[in-house]
């Protein structure tokens, strides 16, 4: 008798680990679920990051360019303004 209930005992644990393993196996494929969808989520958030980054280099650039033709302007109307002065302190 003692030997069957040990045999029971044993087959009542083997049934027990397999229960486990499977479970074990559920929970890794859906924490492999939940890893791709996070690597998903990084791979957008670093592609929209890199748009935003794009439309910032493209407004410095816009920048620049207002900023070179705002100095040239200036300078064209600073030498306009001395050129007048020149011709006005000549002329008396």
Same mark, same amino acid.
């Given at each position: 008798?003692?030997?069957?209930?040990?045999? *029971?005992? *044993?087959?009542?644990?083997? !049934?027990?680990? /397999? $229960?486990? +393993?499977? %479970? =074990? !196996?559920?929970?890794? /494929?859906?924490?492999? =679920? @939940?890893?791709?969808?996070? +690597?998903? =989520?990084?791979?957008?958030? +670093?592609?929209?990051? /890199?748009? @935003?980054?794009?439309?910032? /280099?493209?407004?410095? $650039?816009?920048?620049?360019?207002?900023?070179?033709?705002?100095?040239?302007?200036?300078?064209?109307?600073v030498g306009l303004m001395?050129?007048l002065l020149a011709v !006005?302190?000549? %002329?008396?």
């Amino acid at each position: 008798m003692p030997t069957d209930t040990i045999e *029971m005992r *044993m087959a009542h644990l083997e !049934g027990a680990y /397999e $229960q486990i +393993d499977k %479970r =074990l !196996g559920t929970v890794e /494929e859906r924490l492999a =679920l @939940v890893e791709n969808k996070i +690597d998903g =989520l990084r791979r957008d958030i +670093d592609q929209r990051f /890199e748009r @935003v980054d794009q439309r910032f /280099e493209r407004i410095d $650039q816009r920048f620049e360019r207002i900023d070179h033709s705002l100095r040239t302007q200036f300078y064209w109307l600073v030498g306009l303004m001395l050129s007048l002065l020149a011709v !006005g302190i000549f %002329r008396h």
